[in-house]
């Protein structure tokens, strides 16, 4: 039997890889085969009597006219679906922003100046996001009515003459939402990758004779830059899929996002396979961005290495 040495002991081959097996197997479970099951529905038929999916396990049968008929919607001419998509990356790309704008001085200060109290301040943070999503966005819904804390307040200092229809269809309290949901995301990126950051590195740079300011800008920022790189890919992701948060704080098709279209092409009767095409097309258009996080990360990795 091949063997290797490790420390002085003999193990197998085979001892280190069969680690990776359960993850493997969660993998192949929970991800391959659900992802086999989309394919076969969106390349499938419709059930002509009940007007189900039906899908079609065998490649080869594979009908790709649903798939054709889809990117004519939504990038041909006159395609109704594409202000969707365009939305859909507009509003993930200013709420990611907001959320790294909002998120990074606070990861910042918990790292650097909460001292023994670091724990208990992350703790506090991301308590309130222990309630239900869904209970969370109801509560803006009831703080954005027109007779709602928010405009009471706003008209009340004199910054707006008459309530603000927060709740009809605007844009920015779908933004809004999205930021309020999914910070906690990009807190605990960040941290961690702060809170990882040699201190002796920072305390050189200042014994060298640079200010806090050039500290952060030479030192701290560009190490950070693989936190934050992961902190915009957790937050924005599940952000790509969402809908619920449009349906609550909107509920217009003025402000309805991919997840919205997926959402409404399973409740509608024989759109289950356009339903899966959506899902198809919007992984597509995300591989190029999750490919380039991949590549970076390798590099950081092996650069670290050296």
């Known amino acids: 039997m091949a063997t290797g040495r490790r420390a002085g002991v003999w193990y197998p081959r085979w001892f280190w890889p069969a ?7 969660w993998l192949l479970v929970l991800f391959l085969l659900p992802f086999y099951v989309v394919l076969s529905i969106a390349f499938g038929a419709v059930d002509p ?4 999916p039906v899908p079609v396990w065998n490649p080869v049968q594979w009908n790709p006219f649903q798939f054709q008929l889809l990117f004519e919607r939504i990038f041909g001419h ?5 202000p969707s998509f365009l939305r859909t990356f507009a509003f993930v790309a200013a709420a990611s ?15 650097r100046y909460a001292g023994p109290r670091k724990g208990l301040l992350l703790v506090l943070l991301l308590a309130p996001f222990w309630v239900s999503y869904m209970m969370r966005m109801l509560a803006w819904v009831n703080l954005l009515e027109s007779d ?22 605007q844009p920015v309290t779908v933004t809004l939402g999205l930021v309020y949901g999914y910070i906690p995301y990009m807190v605990l990126a960040l941290f961690a990758g702060l809170d990882r950051i040699d201190q002796r590195l920072l305390e050189a740079a200042r014994d060298l004779g ?12 560009p190490l950070s830059r693989q936190a934050i790189l992961a902190g915009l890919v957790v937050t924005a992701l599940p952000m790509f899929g969402d809908y619920f948060t449009n349906d609550l704080l909107s509920g217009s098709p003025r402000t309805s996002m991919v ?14 396979g356009q339903a899966a095409a959506l899902v198809l097309v919007l992984m597509v258009l995300l591989l190029a961005p999750m490919l380039a996080y ?3 990360t390798g590099r950081a990795a092996r650069e670290a290495g050296r």
């Open 259 to 272: 997840g919205n279209l997926v959402n409404d092409a399973i409740s509608s009767p024989g759109q289950g």
């Open 49 to 52: 009597l009940f007007r189900t």
């Open 78 to 82: 006159g395609g109704f679906l594409g």
């Open 210 to 221: 640079a200010s806090r300011r050039r500290t952060f800008l030479l030192v701290t920022l």
């Open 19 to 25: 680690f990776a097996v359960p993850g493997m197997v």
């Open 148 to 169: 709602g804390l928010v405009n009471r307040a706003l008209v009340g200092v004199g910054l707006l003459g008459e309530p603000f229809p927060w709740l009809a269809g």
């Open 97 to 111: 922003a907001l959320c790294l704008l909002v998120a990074y001085p606070v990861a910042y200060f918990v790292t």
């Open 294 to 296: 991949v590549r970076t």
